[in-house]
């Protein structure tokens, strides 16, 4: 099973833009795709951004969409995640994984994870 290793949290103000990464521990071409996935203390676990690997399609949570951008890294075999314009309700622990499947309903987007199995993550506080 391949392994995914995130990075890229810490402190960033209300306003500004924060990039998370995510590295697989196998090569990219073996993925379906991968996806983030952020948890805050008392709430469930929320779908934010999904990237199919082979063809590229995208898809975002409402909560993000239209500030954020996904994107695959092929020459550095890595995943990254760009929020602009983050608010406090983005902080949280985030989370990548490789995803299930994605559907997308009234224009909004969600993504099951393939496995429950969650690493550490990465934390994002964000303050004013």
Do not use: H
């Amino acid at each position: 099973q391949v392994q995914l290793s995130e990075s890229g949290g810490g402190e960033v103000q209300v306003g500004d833009s924060l990039r998370l990464f995510c590295t697989p521990s196998t090569r990219q071409d073996s993925l379906n795709a991968l996806g983030y996935w952020r948890q805050t203390p008392g709430k469930e676990r929320e779908f934010v951004a999904a990237i199919v690997w082979r063809t590229g399609t995208t898809y975002y949570a409402d909560s993000v969409k239209g500030r954020s951008t996904i994107f695959k890294d092929t020459k550095q075999n890595s995943m990254w995640l760009r929020i602009n314009k983050v608010t406090r309700s983005d902080t949280a622990v985030y989370y990548c994984a490789e995803v299930s499947s994605c559907t997308v309903k009234s224009g909004v987007a969600t993504c099951s994870p393939s496995r429950d199995v969650w690493g550490q993550g990465t934390r994002v506080t964000v303050s004013s």
